[in-house]
């Protein structure tokens, strides 16, 4: 089988999320949120000998790559097909609680080049983007019935994509006497939509729009806060929790979870003399978020937007 994702920032998440010193069990126990092809647990199991791992994944094709992959470690590493907002929500009573927590977001590699569901618009592909089949509407029904201003604030809002009101536009007039099917109609939709200076940018006028669109199916931005939060929850003292983000949305809700973690007072602001006598919940390990350095983005150009954060649970 053929691994095509590269882990991102790989070694600094090794070293930041290390299981070692006083607070880490004998055998610790790892949960991987985002496991994907597995690169990143494959790594971990690779460095710390004794360390077991649980990987989630809400995509079974992908997952059952990361099982071959994997299946050289035994019982060391175990899987579970869900969303990781539920299953945070819903931790077992049979796991323990975990050293370290990983969130690698977004979608793989994989999903852009082997999935055939549309993911990228350089493929002629179904329009599909669902991560799982549970994940409700697919990307053909939201461009195929969504309002126009509804699509405009998705593209905008997921996309930061200053051509927003003209692309939902233009897909609304197209779909007036054709269903987009497939993920090349609506890059060239796409294309044709924008100013012709844009269409030959840094990056493909299309980029930020599948962006949007495939946040809006899978739902990402909504499920991350509450998962952050019941996975701290469940998080060992002393455990180590990162997250590795990809858009500014993304990060935003992480750094503001790990800041308002981080404080010791929670008064509000205009009350002069602290009163609440609060302790912080955790210690943030990267003051600034850990960026990938210039070879890192030569070698792996997925990589050009992640920002790594992690914290310790005091
Ligand atoms: C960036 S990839 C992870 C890559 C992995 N760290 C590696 O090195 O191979 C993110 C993975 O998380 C999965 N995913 C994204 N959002 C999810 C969610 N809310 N619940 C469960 N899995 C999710 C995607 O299906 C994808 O396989």
Not at 33 to 60: C, K, M, P, V, Y
Not at 258 to 272: G, H, I, Q
């Amino acid at each position: 089988m053929e691994i095509v994702h590269t882990p991102v920032l790989l070694n600094e998440t090794l070293d930041f999320l290390s299981p070692e010193g006083e607070s880490f069990a004998a055998s610790p126990f790892m949960v991987d949120s985002t496991l994907g092809e597995g690169g990143h647990s494959n790594a971990f199991l690779q460095r710390f000998q004794n360390l077991r791992i649980i990987g989630l994944d809400a995509d079974q094709n992908i997952q059952a790559r990361a099982k071959e992959r994997l299946s050289v470690y035994g019982t060391r590493m175990n899987f579970h097909l869900g969303w990781f907002n539920d299953f945070y929500a819903n931790y077992p009573d049979t796991l323990p609680g975990p050293d370290i927590i990983l969130f690698d977001l977004g979608i793989s590699v994989f999903h852009y080049e082997k999935s055939g569901r549309g993911f990228s618009f350089r493929y002629d592909e179904e329009l599909d983007m669902r991560l799982s089949p549970d994940a409700g509407q697919s990307a053909k029904d939201l461009v195929n019935t969504a309002s126009e201003f509804d699509l405009a604030d998705i593209i905008y809002k997921y996309g930061e994509e200053r051509y927003s009101r003209r692309i939902a536009a233009s897909i609304v007039e197209t779909r007036k006497s054709s269903v987009i099917n497939s993920s090349k109609e609506l890059a060239e939709i796409i294309y044709r939509s924008v100013p012709s200076a844009y269409r030959h940018g840094r990056i493909h006028p299309a980029t930020k729009s599948f962006q949007a669109i495939r946040i809006a199916v899978n739902a990402e931005l909504s499920r991350l806060p509450q998962a952050l939060s019941d996975a701290f929850a469940v998080l060992k003292s002393g455990g180590k929790m990162g997250v590795i983000t990809f858009h500014s949305l993304e990060d935003r809700i992480v750094k503001c979870f790990f800041r308002d973690l981080a404080k010791s007072c929670t008064c509000p602001p205009e009350v002069p003399i602290c009163k609440c006598g609060g302790k912080s919940r955790a210690q943030l390990l990267t003051r600034k978020p850990v960026e990938p350095g210039q070879n890192e983005v030569d070698e792996n150009s997925p990589s050009r937007s992640a920002k790594l954060r992690v914290i310790r649970k005091l």
